[in-house]
Antibody, heavy 118, light 107 residues
Framework: EVQLVESGGGLVQPGGSLRLSCAAS????????MNWVRQAPGKGLEWVSD????????DYADSVKGRFTISRDNAKNSLYLQMNSLRDEDTAVYYC???????????WGQGTLVTVSS | DIQMTQSPSSLSASVGDRVTITCRAS??????LAWYQQKPGKVPKLLIY???TLQSGVPSRFSGSGSGTDFTLTISSLQPEDVATYYC?????????FGQGTKVEIK
């Protein structure tokens, strides 16, 4: 059974940093690209970043470029999102999702809430 | 970047009605279009990918069509459990932009 479990969310002040993790199980992690998608309270879905299985291809939304860094450790079946210079507008539930050209975002984690507030 | 525009932003229909949601891409994306359903407080669920391929386990009353820039999600007979917000998403290349969502309610 495919499982994705996010962790690392919490309350952080503007300008602060946070590192999210996503623990994957039930599939061959290294063979799949992974996405981070976020959803601000009461708002729609926003794609944040993706990373290929080998980490050779990485992309970011313009809204987070230069502040967020996606990475993965295939030996640990884990995906990460390092978030620096956080802003109020980064407040959201952050989901990790397994990507595939055949079945995009077929599996999602339960999400982790990041609140940026003073 | 390619923009994804959904319409309407919300709709109210009766049980049994046929419901259609449209998604327009600002540039052609072939058939790299997915539809998701998100019920209140829940994680998004993949309904359709490759514009018209129904994800396993999704009821057959859901269907998708289109290619290039214009896409449609149709619910052939709306059921109470279909109350949700529906999102389209392009996935041919980054950024994998979502539409703004369509909230479906029962009249």
């Amino acid at each position: 059974e495919v499982q994705l479990v996010e962790s690392g969310g919490g309350l952080v002040q503007p300008g602060g940093s946070l590192r999210l993790s996503c623990a994957a199980s039930g599939f061959s992690f290294s063979t799949y690209s992974m996405n981070w998608v976020r959803q601000a309270p009461g708002k729609g879905l926003e794609w944040v970043s993706d990373i290929s299985g080998s980490s050779s291809t990485i992309d970011y939304a313009d809204s987070v470029k230069g502040r967020f860094t996606i990475s993965r450790d295939n030996a640990k079946n884990s995906l990460y999102l390092q978030m620096n210079s956080l802003r109020d507008e980064d407040t959201a539930v952050y989901y990790c999702a397994r990507d595939s050209p055949l079945q995009p975002n077929r599996y999602w984690g339960q999400g982790t809430l990041v609140t940026v507030s003073s | 970047d390619i923009q994804m525009t959904q319409s309407p932003s919300s709709l109210s229909a009766s049980v049994g009605d046929r419901v259609t949601i449209t998604c327009r891409a600002s540039q052609g994306i072939s058939i790299y279009l997915a539809w998701y359903q998100q019920k209140p407080g829940k994680v998004p669920k993949l309904l359709i990918y490759a514009a018209s391929t129904l994800q396993s386990g999704v009821p057959s009353r859901f269907s998708g069509s289109g290619s290039g820039t214009d896409f449609t999600l149709t619910i052939s007979s709306l059921q109470p459990e279909d109350v949700a917000t529906y999102y389209c998403q392009k996935y041919n290349s980054a950024p994998q932009t979502f539409g703004q969502g369509t909230k479906v309610e029962i009249k």
